[in-house]
């Protein structure tokens, strides 16, 4: 329970900058009783239940409720950009192969929009400041309706790319800007989606049973080619999610442990 309270008191920290104490803690305490809710429901917050439920499969479902678990072609992706904190590090392991079509793409999306503000810093400009909206709503491994605003180029203090947060399926149909900056910012997406796909920027393989990719979701936008399915199952992925936060907190400690052994 610690745990749980712990990230939402952060959240409280983030979002309730200006929050008294009394808010705080009245926040807390109803986190501590939806949390209890949740538990004794089995009615779990996303986040928890990738904690629960570490590995997720991409195959073809019926009454698929995301476009991963159909046969049908992907577009570059980042995964969840519908989080506030999407994962940082994904893994694929193939476990099963379509005999026809299922090539796996990747495209550096860092590089991409740094060619984008090359090649019209104006539509950089525009992906880089406008807050889209994205939604996801239904039922996979628990109950979830999770929404966010996103840039979909995120830069930092210095205006270097940090994080891409960009997947069309979960744009929500409410685009909350003023009419006029809509035309302009389609131009700009239509730009960059189109430098997504050229193929001097894209790399397309096909995974073979055993094979594992590892790649930094917020900087990798990833895809797939549709392909042929039968009556069985005919192409399986496992997935995982690894936070950054969390790779890198492990990362300095065996620094610290090679440069104490030498
Ligand atoms: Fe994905």
Not at 3 to 19: E, R
Not at 156 to 167: E, K, T
Not at 197 to 206: A, G, L
């Amino acid at each position: 329970m610690s745990s749980s309270v712990i990230t939402w008191t952060a959240y409280v920290d983030l979002h309730f900058p200006d929050k008294c104490l009394d808010l705080y803690y009245t926040f807390a305490m109803n986190c501590i009783q939806l949390y209890e809710l949740c538990a004794n429901q089995n009615m779990w917050f996303l986040a928890l239940d990738f904690a629960a439920c570490p590995t997720w499969q991409v195959e073809d479902k019926i009454d698929a409720n995301n476009v991963a678990y159909t046969s049908g072609k992907l577009s570059f992706h980042t995964d969840y950009p519908v989080l506030y904190h999407p994962p940082g590090i994904q893994f694929l392991h193939c476990i099963k192969q379509a005999a026809t079509g299922g090539e796996s793409e990747v495209v550096d999306g860092f590089h991409v929009s740094n060619k984008l503000k090359e090649q019209n810093p104006q539509a950089f400009q525009i992906l880089s400041s406008t807050l889209v909206d994205f939604t996801d709503v239904g039922v996979d491994y628990c109950d979830f309706t999770m929404q966010s605003k996103q840039r979909i180029i995120n830069v930092d203090y210095r205006g270097q790319v940090v994080r891409i947060n960009y997947n069309n399926a979960t744009r929500d149909t409410v685009f909350d800007i003023p009419a006029e900056k809509v035309q302009p910012f389609y131009a700009a997406l239509k730009e960059f989606v189109d430098l997504l796909n050229s193929p001097e920027h894209k790399f397309t393989y096909k995974m073979k049973p055993g094979d594992i990719v590892t790649f930094d979701n917020w900087r990798l936008l990833h895809g797939r080619r549709s392909y042929q399915s039968g009556a069985e199952i005919s192409r399986h992925l496992e997935g995982a999610y690894a936070d950054w936060d969390v790779v890198m907190s492990r990362l300095r400690l065996l620094r610290k442990i090679i440069q104490n052994s030498n």
